[in-house]
């Protein structure tokens, strides 16, 4: 005589283990890791600091703006100043000169394919830059990337010849940066989503502080490094990419306790 239950044992408990099996596929495609990036323009995603080029070729007075410079970087005056103090050294602005400039721009050699890599895995990816907006879009056209950007804006004079700058994204609490990428960071994360950051330089130094995961070469790495922060170094987009798809794939991506600590002291400030 067939012992039916004997045969369904095997059966019961294959249903159950698959069951399991796309319980969990199931429950992975319901909650994916929430990463959203930020990344600094100059230097990160272009080779060079566009800024500076554009005051190699049109500042004439290099020693009046090497002192504008130093009075910035030993904190005597903010970046809204030190940013008005070299407009107002640029004499004979020429914005075919300016876009020549721009348009020998390069970038990263793998950040196109790190750009993709966010699309396909519907990874937000936003620029946040203490550059202007002029030459940002201009290079992203230049390489068909469509990526949201945070930045200064250019003004320019009605004769051409001069310009401005206006700075729409500042923090009138903080005269060390023109846009606030620690604001624009907060304010873009939600509470459940993992804020990564990468950047190379000064004007990053702020945001660091409140991002979850950092990525950092040049003078931000040494900021870090001396300041406790813990942080990714890195040389190139393929480096951010690899390790960014490690963490994700490891399922091991989470909040930093420190970065949500002190994002949880600037609210409590208000
Ligand atoms: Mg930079």
Redesign the pocket.
């Known amino acids: 005589m067939i012992n039916y239950d004997e045969h369904r044992f095997p059966f019961i408990l294959t249903f159950v283990t698959l069951n399991k099996v796309l319980f969990k596929f199931i429950l992975a495609c319901l909650k994916p890791e929430k990463i959203k990036i930020y990344c ?5 995603i272009t080779l060079n ?1 566009v800024w500076v080029e554009m005051g190699n070729v049109f500042i004439t007075d290099k020693s009046a703006w090497n002192n504008v410079i130093y009075r910035f970087e030993s904190g005597e005056i903010g970046a809204r100043e030190c940013f008005s103090a070299e407009c107002s050294l640029i004499k004979n602005f020429n914005i075919e000169k300016f876009n020549e400039i721009i348009d020998r721009q390069e970038i990263d050699p793998y950040f196109k394919e790190f750009y993709s890599y966010c699309n396909e895995n519907h990874i937000k990816l936003i620029i946040l ?3 202007l907006d002029y030459y940002i879009k201009r290079v992203l056209s230049n390489h068909s990337l469509n990526i949201p950007f945070y930045s200064n804006k250019l003004l320019i004079s009605d004769d051409g010849k001069s310009i401005s700058l206006d700075f729409p994204y500042s923090d009138s609490d903080c005269i060390r940066c023109g846009v606030s990428k620690r604001n624009i960071l907060m304010n873009q994360t939600a509470d459940d989503e993992i804020s990564v950051f990468i ?6 130094t702020c945001a660091v502080h409140y991002a979850d995961i950092v990525f950092a070469k ?1 003078a ?1 790495a040494s900021y870090c490094w001396k300041n406790n922060i813990t942080y990714f170094d890195y040389r190139n987009f393929l480096d951010v990419l690899k390790k960014i798809h490690k963490l994700l794939n490891l399922r091991t991506i989470k909040q930093r306790q420190t970065a949500r600590i002190n994002r949880r002291n600037v609210y409590m400030r208000g």
Do not use: Y
């Not at 950047?199 to 990053?204: I, K, Q, T, V």
């Open positions: 600094d323009f100059d230097g990160t600091d830059s203490e550059g950047g190379d330089g000064f004007s990053d040049g931000l």
